[in-house]
């Protein structure tokens, strides 16, 4: 369950919409639906959770309850508002999507080196796209915000990083040999990045400061096998306990042979200007 949450997002729409009426039986269908891809636990628990809100499906994911879910609990302190996604059906099958993820956030945790800790915020942070089921993809979406802050800090490092506004696109299409052709690019501005490494074993210690008056992020993929991926997924949440697994190798196999190669193609690029 816990490995599959991070993709929920995108998985949630794993169904064509073709213009359905927002209630609470299509509410209840979607929450069904994400359960193949996070497991049930997770919407028993409260990680994720699928309600009405303006004509709008609201699908909500509570970091404070993923972490609650963990056996192992290192974590000392989690201020983690949850994030909400609003996705509404469309005509042609697809859905119309729209976020804000603005954030203000901090972690502490005891991690192998000792405690460490993550502070980060995003400021007016929004973002909207067409997400199409029969590809698994955005075939566009466009993001943007104001700003954005974060520190870390461990027993050895101490980085500071922030940025000005940013903006971001994507935009995606059925590939002609299978799978899906994406573009993506990415801006922000007023980069800077301040690291301080100081290793009292091994003696060395210095600082690193990267400024730039922008910063842009290119990336592109042809042939993406991601309906074949979010196959995978869902039989890794339906198998994962390890008599399961062994008893349902065969249907694995078929599944990593129509998932192979998981691409043709995928390069990025990213700059600094001077």
């Known amino acids: 369950m816990n490995r599959a949450l991070p993709f929920v997002f995108l998985l949630a729409l794993s169904a064509p919409a073709f213009g359905q009426t927002v209630d609470s039986h299509g509410a209840k269908q979607l929450s069904d639906d994400l359960s193949r891809y996070v497991g049930k636990q997770a919407i028993d628990k409260g990680i994720l959770k699928v309600s009405l809100e303006d004509g709008a499906y609201k699908i909500l994911f509570d970091f404070k309850a993923l972490a609650a879910s963990f056996p192992d609990q290192k974590l000392l302190k989690l201020d983690f508002a949850p994030y909400a996604l609003m996705v509404k059906p469309r005509s ?15 972690v502490e945790f005891n991690g192998p080196e000792g405690l460490q800790s993550t502070q980060f915020s995003i400021k007016d942070g929004k973002g909207s796209g067409v997400y199409d089921p029969n590809l698994a993809a955005f075939t566009s979406g466009t ?19 922030s940025t000005g506004a940013g903006t971001a696109t994507i935009a995606a299409t059925k590939s002609a040999t299978g799978g899906v052709d994406f573009t993506t ?23 690193v400061t990267v400024r730039s008056p922008e910063l842009s992020i290119e990336a592109s993929g042809k042939g993406v096998r991601t309906k074949p991926l979010l196959d995978l997924l869902a039989f890794g949440v339906a198998n994962e306990d390890e008599a399961t697994l062994k008893a349902n190798q ?20 990213y700059g600094f200007k001077d």
Do not use: C, Y
Request: glycine letters at 6%; charged letters at 20%.
């Open 92 to 106: 042609d099958g697809a859905w119309d999507v729209s976020m804000d993820f603005s954030q203000s956030a901090s």
């Open 143 to 161: 993001s943007s915000m104001a700003g954005m802050t974060m520190a870390s800090k461990d027993a050895k490092q101490h980085m500071e990083a």
């Open 185 to 207: 690019s990415q801006k922000v501005s007023s980069f800077v990045e301040a690291i301080n490494f100081d290793d009292p074993e091994s003696g060395l210690k210095f600082p």
């Open 250 to 269: 065969a249907q694995l196999k078929s599944l990593l042979l129509a998932a192979l190669p998981l691409w043709e193609r995928v390069e990025g690029t």
